[in-house]
C-alpha cells in the first residue's frame, strides 16, 4: 500500500492546490491505534532521528485509513509554528473527516510542553468546528512515543474517540 505525501502550491488563480511530491510504501495504511501511528512517523519520516523538530499532519478517513500525508513545519531544536489555517487547508482539500498530528522532540524527552497542549487543544476545537475530528497528537522521541490521548498527565484529548 502507499500513502501519498503532499504538499500545497498556488494555482494560476492563487488558489490552494494539492501537489503530490511523493509517497510512502507501507504494509497497512489504517491509523487506529497510536501504535501504528508511532511506527510509522518513525520507520517512513524518520522522526526518532531528526535534529529539529518536525510536525506533520496525516489526514484519515471515519475509519482512520490514510489520505496523505503533510509536513507542516519544520523548526529549531525545540520549536516549531503550527498554523490551523494551514493545517485544516490541506485537511480539507485532501478530503479528511479525522486526523492525527505528529512530531518529535530532537531531545528525546516525550513530554508533552505547554505549547504542545496549547496546539492540540486549538486543533481539536477548530477541527471540531469544522467537523474534522483530531484523533490523537503523537510526540516522538528516543525509542519512545506518546500519545496525548492515552496519557494522563497530558491532560488533553482525553474526549477523543477512536
Given at each position: 500500500?502507499?500513502?501519498?505525501?503532499?504538499?500545497?502550491?498556488?494555482?494560476?488563480?492563487?488558489?490552494?492546490?494539492?501537489?503530490?511530491?511523493?509517497?510512502?510504501?507501507?504494509?497497512?495504511?489504517?491509523?487506529?491505534?497510536?501504535?501504528?501511528?508511532?511506527?510509522?512517523?518513525?520507520?517512513?519520516?524518520?522522526?526518532?532521528?531528526?535534529?529539529?523538530?518536525?510536525?506533520?499532519?496525516?489526514?484519515?478517513?471515519?475509519?482512520?485509513?490514510?489520505?496523505?500525508?503533510?509536513?507542516?513545519?519544520?523548526?529549531?531544536?525545540?520549536?516549531?509554528?503550527?498554523?490551523?489555517?494551514?493545517?485544516?487547508?490541506?485537511?480539507?482539500?485532501?478530503?479528511?473527516?479525522?486526523?492525527?498530528?505528529?512530531?518529535?522532540?530532537?531531545?528525546?524527552?516525550?513530554?508533552?510542553s505547554k505549547a504542545d497542549r496549547m496546539v492540540a487543544q486549538k486543533l481539536k476545537e477548530a477541527g471540531d468546528l469544522l467537523g474534522i475530528t483530531m484523533i490523537d497528537s503523537i510526540i516522538i522521541g528516543d525509542h519512545y512515543h506518546l500519545s496525548m490521548k492515552e496519557n494522563?498527565?497530558?491532560?488533553?484529548?482525553?474526549?477523543?474517540?477512536?
Open positions: 500500500m502507499r500513502i501519498k505525501e503532499y504538499r500545497t502550491e498556488l494555482d494560476k488563480d492563487k488558489k490552494n492546490v494539492l501537489c503530490e511530491i511523493g509517497y510512502y510504501d507501507v504494509t497497512e495504511d489504517i491509523f487506529d491505534k497510536p501504535e501504528k501511528i508511532a511506527r510509522f512517523a518513525i520507520n517512513q519520516l524518520h522522526l526518532d532521528r531528526r535534529a529539529e523538530e518536525y510536525v506533520y499532519v496525516v489526514g484519515l478517513t471515519t475509519k482512520t485509513q490514510a489520505l496523505g500525508v503533510f509536513e507542516i513545519s519544520h523548526g529549531a531544536v525545540s520549536a516549531s509554528i503550527c498554523n490551523p489555517r494551514e493545517i485544516f487547508i490541506r485537511l480539507l482539500l485532501c478530503g479528511a473527516s479525522t486526523f492525527v498530528m505528529i512530531h518529535n522532540h530532537p531531545s528525546g524527552d516525550t513530554n508533552p494522563s498527565n497530558a491532560k488533553l484529548l482525553n474526549r477523543m474517540s477512536i
